[in-house]
T-cell receptor, first 116, second 112 residues
Framework: SAVISQKPSRDICQRGTSLTIQCQVD?????MFWYRQQPGQSLTLIAT?????????ESGFVIDKFPISRPNLTFSTLTVSNMSPEDSSIYLC?????????????FGEGSRLTVL | EDQVTQSPEALRLQEGESSSLNCSYTVSGLRGLFWYRQDPGKGPEFLFT???AGEEKEKERLKATLTKKESFLHITAPKPEDSATYLCAVQAFGGSQGNLIFGKGTKLSVKP
């Protein structure tokens, strides 16, 4: 298993500003992902965070809006840029531990963003 | 398109009243099916992984089963502390670098 720490746990932001969420994993990690969970909805993958290179984004998500960094195996950041009220959501960091790309993901507690 | 559908959306049980949650899936090739529990304001907590039809996993009052088209999460004699949203997810062969596709979840409420 893995313990995944995210911060901030919650924040209230003004329209047009940007916020960076940090994610730290305590175990050897193969893959890291960022998900979004909008109110009443399930989890939607934003992107796969790649170590030392550009993240791989899912359809509907772009780097200019959600820049992601992963400078080493166990740390990643997600920035939500130029925020609007539609960005109010829970953002979840997740990781797969071990040596393959198959298997369960472990999740952080999430970062709840409210944009006014 | 790979898809996961969970039913019912919400389920209210009395303490001790056993029931099942359903997860139907459509994938090009199933690499694994996962059950998670999510409490309000928290991230999903991993429960089970199932890889092939006929496989079963148990943990306390929970038992997960898998067929070629669906999975069930059976809850035996539930307690109020089992109240949570239960999420089902699949990983497909050839999927986006190994990510999971989630259903919308079943919100379970267990009354004393």
């Amino acid at each position: 298993s893995a313990v995944i720490s995210q911060k901030p746990s919650r924040d209230i932001c003004q329209r047009g500003t940007s916020l960076t969420i940090q994610c730290q994993v305590d175990s050897q990690v193969t893959m890291m992902f960022w998900y979004r969970q909008q109110p009443g909805q399930s989890l939607t993958l934003i992107a796969t965070a790649n170590q030392g290179s550009e993240a791989t984004y899912e359809s509907g998500f772009v780097i200019d809006k959600f820049p992601i960094s992963r400078p080493n195996l166990t740390f990643s950041t997600l920035t939500v840029s130029n925020m609007s009220p539609e960005d109010s959501s829970i953002y979840l960091c997740s990781a797969r531990v071990g040596t393959t790309n198959t298997g369960e993901l472990f999740f952080g507690e999430g970062s709840r963003l409210t944009v006014l | 398109e790979d898809q996961v559908t969970q039913s019912p959306e919400a389920l209210r049980l009395q303490e001790g009243e056993s029931s099942s949650l359903n997860c139907s899936y459509t994938v090009s090739g199933l690499r694994g099916l996962f059950w998670y529990r999510q409490d309000p304001g928290k991230g999903p907590e991993f429960l089970f992984t199932l890889y092939s039809a006929g496989e079963e996993k148990e943990k306390e009052r929970l038992k997960a089963t898998l067929t070629k088209k669906e999975s069930f999460l059976h809850i035996t004699a539930p307690k109020p502390e089992d109240s949570a949203t239960y999420l089902c997810a699949v990983q497909a062969f050839g999927g986006s670098q190994g990510n999971l596709i989630f259903g919308k979840g079943t919100k379970l409420s267990v009354k004393p």
